[in-house]
């Protein structure tokens, strides 16, 4: 398959601050990559060096083969949806998603008819001669998906296109973003701090930290399988056991993930199965969370928290637990120092 | 008696604190007490003056006495048609368009640099820059013009040490905007016109690029605009309110000042000179007042056709 993006050793620097230090990295056509990190964390900057609002201090950037330096944003067949939509106020809806089309010198007819059908595709039809100004975030957040992908780029970027969204609309724009890609076969490069919409959208993620990536990978990889500390708690909630603990619990003296919803709470009056690890705690608190509820316990030192189904009971805090799962639950990480 | 009973019973509240009280449960009241003096102000003093001048305008100058006549009639507008009259409009209206458009093509890289590049210490100095000519004293301004153009000034000396002075005359040597020297030409007139209103023209347009997100123009170049277009569709026009508010203090300033023209430049007149004179030697209240009504009109017709090609819409 063809490379669409290539970051050999990419590196960009604030004065004293690394945004982006020397970050590796192929995104490979028509997939849905996400980068996930916290913020400040350089994936920003990285999409902006796709995007060539930014130019690499060191290294190198290919798009589609073709060298990326010195190439200016608007000789690149890139486009980006902003984080603020970055639509134009003064211009109508239909001239804003004909805008890419009407600077490549198209005929008004012809670019009216593409903006027409990019504003079909993302539901939009009719809303043409409305002004940015009168429509809700949602609405906004189509028409600057339509104005980027009406110009048939290669590459579309995203900077995190649902962030100003409210939860509810958040999830459907997740699905039919999803959906969209899948229809128009582009290559879509995704920048979120979300890590849930992150993994249920992107085909494959790179997760940052510092301005490094730290880990890429399939969504379900990354989850299973975290590399570092740093993304076990970052992706999903998990337990980080330190490489004593692991050791005398079933693992091996490294730093270990075990995932929340791997632990079983032991019933009163039964005994943990003959293959599983056990350990057990005073409740230090309980979230009820509907289907089902997170029970943490105090370990010693350590903090553990388990996901059980809330038709379990209900826990009260100081009562006594037993939490238990099996050896393969456990995901070795880091050597201990 | 009660009074003392009331106050052991709670702490009694200040003036101020009652007022407060009497405020907050009469919104209305707190409005109207801020509103009422500006209201007063501009309504009576601004626009009442306005409407004096306004009706100042259709009265006519007996022709044998040369007293105003307070009966309605369009004579007076009709003088303003006379071939003097009308040359000292036709002049203005050229000087203040000149001196606009001048201003606005000075004044905009100006106040790109400042609004879209200067941070921090950069910016106040921007500011500083900008606003310290209006400080001193509009006067002293002019005369030291008058003082750098004359034929003894600092133009012509540095035109002689750097052996342009051929270039200085032929400048001068040109019809109409030539003359003796740069202190008594329209050119010079010209200079000071922009050196002076330049500010207004700045301040303006540089708070309208302000208010532009940079994610617009990084917007315009992502969808395939070069500079040049980026500039044609997108900054142009979302400054274009603020070159306008800035068009409006150049134009109409130009038009009604009659200091410079009087200080720098040729004995023709210009509107604000007319006015002066209509007003005060010639005793012509209503000719003043017609004269006066010119840069309304226009400034009036301006706006209307500045909102119809659409200069208002990024607003």
Known sequence: ?337 | MTAAALASRAPSPGVSSRASDILFRHRWLLLALLLAPPLLWIGIVYVGSLLALLLNSFYGLDEFSGLVKYEFTLSTYAQLFQRANFDIIVRSILMAAAVTIASAIIAFPIAYYAARYARGKWKAFFYLAVMMPLWSSYLVKVYAWKLILAKEGIVTWLAEITKTSWLLNSVLGLPVIGGPSLSISYIGMFLVFVYVWLPYMILPTQAALERVPGSLIEASADLGANPAQAFRTVILPLALPGLIAGSIFTFSLTMGDYIIPQIVGTSRYFIGQAVYAQQGTAGNIPLAAAFTVVPIVIMGIYLWVAKRMGAFDAL
Not at chain 1, 2 to 21: E, K, L, M, P, Y
Not at chain 1, 96 to 101: H, I, Q, S, T, W
Not at chain 1, 111 to 120: T, V
Request: proline share 6%; charged share 20%; glycine share 8%.
């Open chain 1, 1 to 337: 398959m063809t490379t669409a993006v290539r970051f050999q050793n990419v590196s960009r620097h604030f004065g004293t601050i690394r945004a982006v230090d020397d970050v590796t990295l192929d995104v490979a056509e028509g997939e849905f990559f996400a980068m996930l990190g916290p913020s400040g964390s350089g994936k920003t900057t990285c999409l902006r060096l796709i995007a060539g609002f930014e130019q690499p201090d060191k290294g190198h950037i290919e798009i589609f083969g073709e060298t990326a330096e010195g190439v200016p944003p608007y000789r690149r067949s890139v486009n980006t949806v902003f984080q603020d939509y970055a639509l134009f106020p003064h211009m109508t809806v239909g001239e804003n998603v004909a805008y890419g089309l009407m600077i490549r010198g198209l005929p008004k007819a012809s670019r009216e008819e593409r903006a027409r059908e990019a504003l079909a595709m993302v539901k939009l039809s009719g809303f043409e001669d409305r002004r940015p100004s009168q429509l809700s975030g949602g609405q906004r957040q189509r028409v600057a998906l339509a104005r980027a992908l009406v110009n048939e780029p290669k590459v579309l970027l995203l900077d995190e296109p649902l962030g100003a969204l409210d939860l509810k609309l958040r999830e459907q724009m997740q699905e039919e973003l999803k959906s969209l890609q899948k229809e128009v076969g582009i290559t879509f490069v995704f920048v979120t701090h979300d890590q849930g919409e992150a993994l249920a959208m992107s085909d494959r993620l790179a997760i940052f930290n510092e301005g490094r990536i730290v880990q890429v990978g399939r969504p379900s990889e990354v989850y299973e399988q975290p590399n570092s500390r740093f993304v076990a708690s970052f992706v999903g909630s998990s337990n980080v056991l330190p490489p004593d603990f692991a050791y005398e619990h079933g693992g091996s003296l490294n730093w270990t993930s075990l995932r929340p919803e791997k632990i079983t709470i032991l019933k009163n009056g039964q005994s943990t199965p003959p293959d599983q690890v056990s350990v057990t705690g005073k409740v230090a608190a309980v979230h009820y969370q509907g289907s089902q509820t997170r029970v943490t316990l105090n370990i010693g030192e350590l903090r553990m928290t388990a996901h059980a189904p809330s038709a379990m009971g209900t826990f009260v805090e100081g009562q006594s637990v037993t939490f238990h799962w099996p050896r393969e639950a456990l995901h070795a990480m880091e050597p201990k120092q």
